[in-house]
């Protein structure tokens, strides 16, 4: 295995489900929904209305998140519940995107709502998985096995959505009458894929129990807003964690942003689909062992110091990205993105696990993915609302290096020794407040 003894059938089944969710990441939210969607189901007339309108989408389907997350988060902690949670979130994602397959031409509203159900169902499951993370391994393992969940990502969605894009390619040769209908077919392939590779999860991943709990649905959601209350009250004396998410919440801003938005900034300076599926399947492949390759990185030089580098390479190629004018600067593009973007994604994951209390991670990653969709409902807007002010598309994705520029010199000030030091003053307060 790539790491050794740190990778068993527990963790290696928990890394899986990136394989398995990354499908929709790839197929449907960065690369064939955003594309079909303006070619096939949108009924603008231009190029920047339909990207207004996909920008504003992905917004609403990040707000419904940001309200749910916390919620959700403090209820599975509450309730021992996150796994059932999990697999609710997944089946929304799963029926709602193979959904899709059944929407025919032009039917815009439809589409957009399949999609924006389709986006809850995938965000929301991912707060319970990420929550998982402290449950399968030890807190020395977390770079590792966070970076090695999300290579298998990358590799996962590149290797489906290379078969979606060769049957796309040649339709005939799997009995569709145009590429149209392959490319809807996708999405039912997308489901299947999330599904079968989700099961070893719920078989094999253990949830670690709070002591004298017992997962009742009613008395979970009560006991869920009541700990949802005293974290916001609490999250103060946390100064370094709620530092970090700040940080956090503006250059993942930027990251989100750029994924589900490249293919459309693509197609908007004129370069054609079959150039932006390459480089999107580019950027998974490189994303595969770079991954790898970033966990070892940041055990080796700390985290923090691997976000500060991804952040850094993301300024320069937001920046770089308004001037391209040739395809080829585009790929050069993807392979950069590629080095780094599961890299920050996986650290950034792995570095809060380590600062926050293991018994409410379900509660603190509902604030960390809250911060994180939060930052998805912005992004999408104003790259959009730029284009559309400004009728150029260029300076919208220059708007976006803001974001990389803020939220990299925050994460500079957070301070690992003392956040760890602000963690165990604040668990030894909650254990006199429970021996009361």
Do not use: C
């Given at each position: 295995?790539?790491?050794?003894n740190?990778?068993?059938?527990?963790?290696?089944?928990?890394?899986?489900?990136?394989?398995?969710?990354?499908?929709?990441?790839?197929?449907?939210?960065?690369?064939?929904?955003?594309?079909?969607?303006?070619?096939?189901?949108?009924?603008?007339?231009?190029?920047?209305?339909?990207?207004?309108?996909?920008?504003?989408?992905?917004?609403?389907?990040?707000?419904?998140?940001?309200?749910?997350?916390?919620?959700?988060?403090?209820?599975?902690?509450?309730g021992?519940?996150?796994?059932?949670?999990?697999?609710?979130?997944?089946?929304?994602?799963?029926?709602?995107?193979?959904?899709?397959?059944?929407?025919?031409?032009?039917?815009t509203f439809?589409?957009?709502?399949?999609?924006?159900?389709?986006?809850?169902?995938?965000?929301?499951?991912?707060?319970?998985?990420d929550?998982?993370?402290?449950?399968?391994?030890?807190?020395?393992?977390?770079?590792?096995?966070?970076?090695?969940?999300?290579?298998?990502?990358?590799?996962?969605?590149?290797?489906?959505?290379?078969?979606?894009?060769?049957?796309?390619?040649?339709?005939?040769?799997?009995?569709?009458?145009?590429?149209?209908?392959?490319?809807?077919?996708?999405?039912?392939?997308?489901?299947?894929?999330?599904?079968?590779?989700?099961?070893?999860?719920?078989?094999n991943?253990?949830?670690?129990?709070?002591?004298?709990?017992?997962?009742?649905?009613?008395?979970?959601?009560?006991?869920?807003?009541?700990?949802?209350?005293?974290?916001?009250?609490?999250?103060?004396?946390?100064?370094?964690?709620?530092?970090?998410?700040?940080?956090y919440?503006?250059?993942?801003?930027?990251?989100?942003?750029?994924?589900?938005?490249?293919?459309?900034?693509?197609?908007?300076?004129?370069f054609?689909?079959?150039?932006?599926?390459?480089?999107?399947?580019?950027?998974?492949?490189?994303?595969?062992?770079?991954?790898?390759?970033?966990?070892?990185?940041?055990?080796?030089?700390?985290?923090?110091?691997?976000?500060?580098?991804?952040?850094?390479?993301?300024?320069?190629?937001?920046?770089?990205?308004?001037?391209i004018t040739?395809?080829?600067?585009?790929?050069?593009?993807?392979?950069?993105?590629?080095?780094?973007?599961?890299?920050?994604?996986?650290?950034?994951?792995?570095?809060?696990?380590?600062?926050?209390?293991?018994?409410?991670?379900?509660?603190?990653?509902?604030?960390?993915?809250?911060?994180?969709?939060?930052?998805?409902?912005?992004?999408?807007?104003?790259?959009?609302?730029?284009?559309?002010?400004?009728?150029?598309?260029?300076?919208?994705?220059l708007?976006?290096?803001?974001?990389?520029?803020?939220?990299?010199?925050?994460?500079?000030?957070v301070?690992?020794?003392?956040?760890?030091?602000?963690?165990?003053d604040?668990?030894?307060?909650i254990?006199?407040?429970?021996?009361?």
């Open positions: 295995m790539v790491m050794g740190k990778i068993n059938k527990t963790t290696f089944s928990w890394a899986l489900y990136d394989w398995a969710n990354s499908a929709y990441a790839t197929v449907v939210l960065a690369g064939f929904f955003p594309l079909f969607f303006k070619q096939y189901w949108s009924d603008a007339t231009d190029a920047i209305t339909s990207t207004f309108q996909l920008g504003l989408s992905n917004s609403i389907a990040s707000t419904i998140i940001v309200i749910l997350a916390p919620v959700l988060g403090a209820i599975a902690d509450a021992n519940l996150k796994k059932r949670l999990l697999l609710i979130f997944a089946l929304l994602g799963i029926l709602l995107s193979a959904g899709l397959y059944f929407i025919a031409e032009h039917q439809l589409a957009l709502t399949f999609f924006i159900l389709s986006a809850i169902g995938f965000s929301g499951s991912i707060i319970f998985y929550a998982l993370l402290v449950d399968v391994t030890e807190e020395k393992n977390y770079d590792l096995i966070s970076s090695f969940g999300y290579a298998l990502g990358y590799l996962g969605g590149g290797v489906l959505f290379a078969f979606d894009v060769y049957m796309t390619i040649n339709p005939e040769l799997f009995g569709f009458h145009d590429s149209a209908e392959a490319v809807k077919f996708s999405f039912l392939t997308v489901s299947i894929w999330w599904f079968i590779f989700s099961i070893p999860l719920f078989i991943v253990p949830e670690i129990s709070n002591k004298n709990v017992k997962p009742k649905i009613g008395k979970s959601i009560i006991a869920g807003f009541k700990q949802l209350k005293r974290t916001f009250q609490e999250i103060k004396k946390l100064r370094m964690v709620l530092l970090f998410l700040i940080a919440w503006l250059y993942i801003d930027g990251v989100d942003t750029i994924i589900r938005m490249a293919v459309d900034y693509g197609l908007s300076l004129g054609n689909s079959a150039d932006l599926i390459t480089a999107l399947l580019i950027t998974q492949f490189v994303g595969f062992p770079a991954a790898i390759f970033f966990g070892y990185l940041a055990n080796f030089i700390g985290a923090k110091n691997g976000i500060l580098v991804a952040i850094f390479i993301y300024f320069v190629m937001s920046v770089w990205a308004s001037q040739a395809v080829s600067e585009f790929y050069i593009l993807a392979v950069i993105i590629g080095l780094v973007q599961g890299g920050v994604q996986a650290s950034s994951r792995s570095f809060y696990a380590r600062i926050i209390p293991q018994k409410q991670s379900a509660e603190f990653f509902g604030f960390y993915n809250m911060l994180g969709k939060f930052a998805a409902v912005l992004g999408p807007v104003m790259m959009g609302g730029v284009a559309i002010f400004t009728q150029s598309s260029r300076l919208s994705i708007a976006v290096s803001i974001l990389f520029i803020l939220g990299g010199i925050l994460l500079y000030f301070n690992e020794s003392k956040a760890k030091l602000m963690l165990i604040y668990e030894q307060k254990k006199e407040r429970e021996h009361k």
